[in-house]
């Protein structure tokens, strides 16, 4: 953690979140598509293997592996933030047609990360549904793009960023530089 950033939840909030995440999706998951949860590198995959084993152990059965998705080429602003070290490729390892996706992200800030991702989805395949599901949702958004279930919502100012440490599952917020 530098210096000009700022614990704000440590792991308990944190777990506590995902939990009340659990509970939405379970509700959601109840229909006729088999369902998959994907997570979105780096965060939210950390966020989506929590979300993945809390509902393993509610006794949720889900017919897939997780996957991931590394969505660096596929962003619009690559060309001005390049790529990021140690992402590696998107591991997808069940087939995306017909089936409810579960999208899983640890902030959306802007939208452009999950538009990116729904754009990677499409390219495997045509899902029955997609349900994004985010830890924390900011206040300002640059696309129109909301979560259908959050772990909880932050009203940060533009010029700050809101972090998620996966080692300690706990949430920073500092300004951006």
């Known amino acids: 953690m530098s210096t000009s950033d700022t ?9 506590q979140w995902i939990s009340h995440m659990a509970d939405k999706v379970e509700s959601l998951i109840q229909g006729k598509h088999p369902v998959a949860l994907i997570g979105i590198r780096r965060g939210g995959v950390d966020v989506c293997q ?38 590696g490729p998107s591991q997808v390892p069940f087939d995306i047609n017909k ?6 992200d640890d902030v959306l800030g802007t939208g452009r990360t999950v538009r ?11 899902p029955a549904r997609i349900t994004l ?14 979560a259908d279930v959050v772990g909880h919502e932050l009203d940060v100012a533009k010029d ?3 972090d998620l440490d996966s080692t300690n599952m706990s949430i920073r917020i500092g300004v951006k530089s």
């Open 99 to 104: 089936r409810h996706i579960i999208l899983v």
């Open 50 to 87: 929590h979300l993945y084993q809390e509902l393993i152990q509610r006794g949720i059965e889900l017919d897939a592996p997780m996957g991931e998705l590394n969505i660096a080429f596929y962003r619009d602003d690559f060309s001005s933030v390049g790529l990021h070290p140690v992402v």
């Open 133 to 146: 599901a985010v830890l924390v949702q900011r206040v300002f958004h640059e696309l129109p793009i909301r």
């Open 160 to 162: 700050e960023y809101i």
């Open 7 to 15: 614990l704000v939840y440590d792991k308990v909030q944190v777990i």
């Open 116 to 126: 990116a991702a729904m754009n990677e989805i499409f390219d495997y395949g045509r």
